[in-house]
């Protein structure tokens, strides 16, 4: 055993329990944290995923219909349907979009014109936010 597979074994065995799961890269172990999410941002992903699947169920298209649809694997699928917060944000409004589910606002040119005014808002902000330098107390 190398010396750099030995370190990585160590490290494994003496990291707490801050790390839900290891994921191999080249014979080594990478530890990831697992990401907390507030309720109500758990309730949203939960309904949506709900929404999504009452619109698959309306269209009458059972999970393998909806995911071929999407260009996506039917456990993604049903893991948009569960609300699970791994899944790319692109994939719930894809899927969304194709059942019928009205994201912001039902007309498209509302979207549109609600998008051309952030855009306005964000032109006229800051490119970057800087954190203001420590005060420094020069009072002796």
């Known amino acids: 055993m190398?010396?750099?597979?030995?370190?990585?074994i160590i490290i494994v065995v003496c990291i707490p329990n801050g790390?839900?799961?290891i994921q191999f890269m080249g014979g080594l172990r990478k530890?990831?944290?697992k990401r907390i999410y507030s309720k109500y941002t758990r309730e949203a992903l939960c309904l949506l995923g709900?929404?999504?699947?009452l619109g698959r169920k309306k269209h009458n298209w059972n999970e393998?219909?909806?995911a071929e649809r999407a260009g996506i694997a039917r456990a993604t699928l049903q893991k948009i349907e569960k609300g699970h917060s791994g899944c790319a944000i692109g994939l719930f409004f894809e899927v969304a979009v194709l059942v019928g589910v009205k994201l912001f606002d039902?007309?498209?040119?509302s979207l549109a014109h609600h998008l051309e005014q952030t855009d306005?808002?964000?032109?006229?902000?800051?490119?970057k936010i800087r954190r203001n330098a420590m005060m420094v107390d020069d009072e002796f």
């Open 120 to 127: 306005e808002k964000l032109t006229v902000l800051p490119k």
């Open 64 to 66: 393998s219909d909806l």
């Open 106 to 109: 039902p007309e498209r040119s």
């Open 2 to 8: 190398t010396p750099a597979k030995v370190m990585a």
């Open 19 to 21: 790390c839900n799961n």
């Open 50 to 53: 709900k929404l999504i699947q």
């Open 31 to 33: 530890m990831t944290k």
